[in-house]
Every structure is written in structure tokens, then in C-alpha cells.
């Protein structure tokens, strides 16, 4: 995959896990449902019964449905990531297969990225190695996941 630590391509967010809890989960199976690191902890309040925070925002979702189920949809209508912080921040949303990036960087170098890519855009259901910017070619997915981007983030800076 393109990318890598310290950036927000697939190479440099996407962690394999595996988990193992013979009483509830299914033996040798695998998932691509979009989960993140932060849904282990609702995931395991949810098969411990322990209750969340009230008072403390939880971005995670309970990850239970999807490894239970290969079927499952993903808990996340969509997701936002962010390294960095003022304008030259790297962001990515993510919403179904589409995900757009804001200042990318790809510290794997495999492949270019010019003054055109400020936004990328890539399909992971198209192209999961995420190496053709598909911006200029859907300008309306860039737009409704650039509104979404400044939503996520006027939400993180009421915090």
C-alpha cells in the first residue's frame, strides 16, 4: 500500500489486528470493514458490560457486529483522521470506499504528488494501492467530503 508512518495513505493507517475470543468470535476469519484503534475500547465495554463515559466524548463504536459477522457493515458512516495541526496539517475523511486526503504526504514515496494534489481523492474499492488522484474527475464526492472534513473538525476544536 502507498504510504507510510506519518502519513494518512492506506501503508500508514491501516494496522492488521487479530483477535481471539473463542466463546464469541469465529475461528480463521478475516474482515475489510473500516474499523479503528480507537473502537477497541467500546468494543470491549460492550462484551465486558461495562458502561462508557457520560461525560466524555467516545469516538470509537463497538467493533463486536463486524467480528462476529463478515456481513456487518462497518460502525462508521464515516471517519476523520488528522496529523498535525494549522494549514499544512495532513487530514483525511472517509466515507464508504471514498476517502479524500487534505496535504498529503507520502513518506513511502511510491508514487508523486504535485501542487494538484492538495486534495486526493481515491476510491479504495477502485484502487486501494490509492495511486490516482480522481479529484478533478468527481468534483461533487469532493465537495461533500470537504464539507464533512470541516464539520469533523469544527467539532474537534468546541472540545
Known amino acids: 500500500l502507498r504510504g507510510a508512518k506519518g502519513c494518512l495513505?492506506?501503508?500508514?493507517?491501516?494496522?492488521?489486528?487479530?483477535?481471539?475470543?473463542?466463546?464469541?468470535?469465529p475461528k480463521g476469519q478475516t474482515r475489510q470493514q473500516l474499523v479503528t484503534g480507537c473502537d477497541w475500547f467500546p468494543t470491549i465495554a460492550e462484551l465486558t458490560g461495562a458502561t462508557?463515559?457520560?461525560?466524555?466524548?467516545?469516538d470509537g463504536k463497538s467493533m463486536v457486529s463486524v467480528v462476529k459477522s463478515n456481513e456487518a457493515t462497518s460502525p462508521h458512516?464515516?471517519?476523520?483522521?488528522?496529523?498535525?495541526?494549522?494549514t499544512r496539517a495532513q487530514w483525511v475523511v472517509r466515507q464508504g470506499d471514498w476517502k479524500l486526503l487534505?496535504?498529503?504526504r507520502?513518506?513511502?514515496?511510491?508514487?508523486?504528488?504535485?501542487?494538484?494534489?492538495?486534495?486526493f481523492l481515491a476510491n479504495l474499492k477502485q484502487d486501494e494501492s490509492?495511486?490516482?488522484?480522481?479529484?478533478a474527475?468527481?468534483?461533487?464526492?469532493?465537495?461533500?467530503?470537504?464539507?464533512?472534513?470541516?464539520?469533523?473538525?469544527?467539532?474537534?476544536?468546541?472540545q
Open 77 to 86: 458512516k464515516s471517519f476523520y483522521w488528522q496529523l498535525g495541526s494549522g
Open 102 to 104: 487534505g496535504n498529503p
Open 9 to 25: 495513505f492506506e501503508g500508514g493507517i491501516r494496522v492488521p489486528s487479530v483477535a481471539s475470543y473463542p466463546a464469541v468470535f
Open 130 to 135: 490509492e495511486m490516482k488522484n480522481l479529484a
Open 52 to 58: 462508557l463515559p457520560k461525560n466524555r466524548r467516545v
Open 137 to 158: 474527475d468527481n468534483p461533487d464526492v469532493v465537495k461533500e467530503l470537504t464539507e464533512l472534513q470541516k464539520k469533523y473538525f469544527a467539532e474537534i476544536n468546541e
Open 106 to 119: 507520502d513518506n513511502s514515496k511510491k508514487g508523486p504528488l504535485g501542487a494538484s494534489d492538495k486534495l
